[in-house]
């Protein structure tokens, strides 16, 4: 019995050692690898590549920390480039079509990833840190798995907004005191489907319709600086701010704060390692990093960690996590409602006022004085100014459905790179 023990110990063993073999000229076995033989394979693989080069749409100061403690544990530099996210899917794919092998390790959202996914570009992991995973943030393909989920808050400027006037229901922001007040980001399509999943479309187009016409919207491109111009003043009362920014802007003596009205949309932050990565070792070291160590790290920043074991004031909070594939492949639809709903409505009453205002001033100047002949612009009624800021669709490539070759942007006439739908993590 007790060589048949050792036999089967001797088996087992030479088939570990088969597997750290293979697994050290094979990127994909070490991501099958399991327990101590995934660590040693993935630590000592990553010491003799020295470096992995990170394509990121997190803020680059966010993640610094991440890099820094990742960088000092196991000896290995962190090379990074940062932009918008469908800037970060256009960069990929089209250097991975033109046989580039740049990027190692992805940190984008789940959309973006999604798209990257379709396009055969990640490889299939799987890490230890999966089962500490909140439930609905690890796809089932395990190409890309959730390292933050960025709640969408309603983020107010303390000075201009009392406490208790703030709005109780998004059916409140239709209120007249909220007139002149209010903003949006201008590419939160995704935020809006997964918003009308709960309020029922037909409902929740007729209340934001209801909202737009009534009071007006400011409608600015970017998430940090829609929460700057809330801290600033200039917009009261932000309705699609991710929850880690009002955090880091009060804690720097800026006039914000925030709620959270339901239903609670939520963004999925992802991370992921390049099928054809140049630094493999080192990008699944730092994969595991992110989705373990780093929760903590993150958590400092104010991000809402993907594990369940680091506490967050969200983990109890019912949230409506937007689909990655949905918003892929209701992308026009969304798209289109969001924009004829919000955005050109809120561009549509900028005109009317500033036509209109301009029109009473120049009879007003005209009763005062007849014999003035000529015509100059006044400043706008405080409604247009809000919404005359509202930033035009931006010049970057649309991504069509993420299933085929990309599109040039109506846009303009950019060069045709790709971009994914959904919610960027954009400055």
Not at 12 to 39: F, H, I, K, N
Request: aromatic share 6%.
């Amino acid at each position: 019995m007790k060589l048949v023990g050792l036999g089967r110990a001797v088996v087992c063993a030479l088939a570990a050692s088969a597997a750290l073999a293979a697994a050290q000229v094979d990127p994909a076995a070490v991501a099958r690898l399991e327990g101590e033989a995934r660590t040693k394979a993935l630590v000592e693989g990553a010491k003799r590549e020295g470096e992995v080069m990170v394509y990121h749409s997190s803020q680059t100061e966010d993640l610094k920390p991440v890099f820094d403690a990742f960088s000092r544990k196991y000896g290995v530099k962190v090379r990074d480039w940062r932009s918008s996210s469908e800037n970060v899917v256009a960069r990929i794919i089209n250097e991975t079509r033109a046989g580039k092998r740049e990027v190692d390790l992805i940190e984008n959202n789940s959309p973006e990833m999604e798209a990257l996914s379709r396009e055969k570009m990640l490889l299939r992991m799987e890490s230890p840190h999966f089962a500490s995973l909140r439930p609905g943030t690890l796809p089932a393909h395990h190409e890309y798995a959730t390292s933050t989920i960025d709640v969408f808050v309603q983020a107010y400027n303390t000075q201009k907004v009392k406490r208790e006037e703030l709005p109780k229901s998004f059916e409140d922001l239709a209120d007249p005191r909220w007139k002149g007040r209010l903003g949006i980001e201008a590419e939160d399509q995704a935020w809006f489907g997964t918003l009308l999943h709960d309020l029922g479309e037909a409902k929740g187009t007729r209340l934001f319709s209801d909202i737009v016409a009534k009071n007006g919207i400011s409608v600015r491109k970017g998430h940090t600086l829609l929460a700057q111009l809330v801290a600033s003043g200039e917009i009261a009362l932000a309705l699609t701010v991710y929850n880690y920014k009002p955090p880091q802007i009060k804690a720097k003596g800026g006039d914000i704060d925030w709620i959270v009205l339901a239903p609670t949309v939520a963004q999925l932050h992802a991370v992921a390692v390049h099928a054809k990565a140049s630094h493999p070792f080192a990008a699944m070291l730092l994969y595991d990093f992110f989705l373990g160590e780093g929760q903590a790290i993150l958590a400092e920043r104010n991000f809402v960690p993907a594990s369940s074991k680091v506490p967050s004031p969200y983990a109890s909070m019912p949230l409506k996590f937007i689909d990655a594939a949905e918003s892929i492949d209701r992308q026009d639809q969304w798209t289109k409602l969001y924009e004829d709903t919000i955005v050109k409505r809120s561009r549509r009453d900028s005109t009317r006022a500033r036509a209109t205002t301009s029109t009473r001033s120049r009879w007003t100047r005209a009763a005062s004085s007849p014999s003035t002949s000529g015509s100059s612009r006044t400043s706008s009624s405080p409604l247009s100014a809000s919404t005359s800021a509202a930033q035009p669709r931006t010049s970057c490539s649309r991504w069509s459905g993420c299933r085929g070759r990309p599109r040039r942007s109506r846009a303009s006439s950019s060069s045709p790179s790709a971009r994914c739908c959904g919610n960027r993590r954009s400055c």
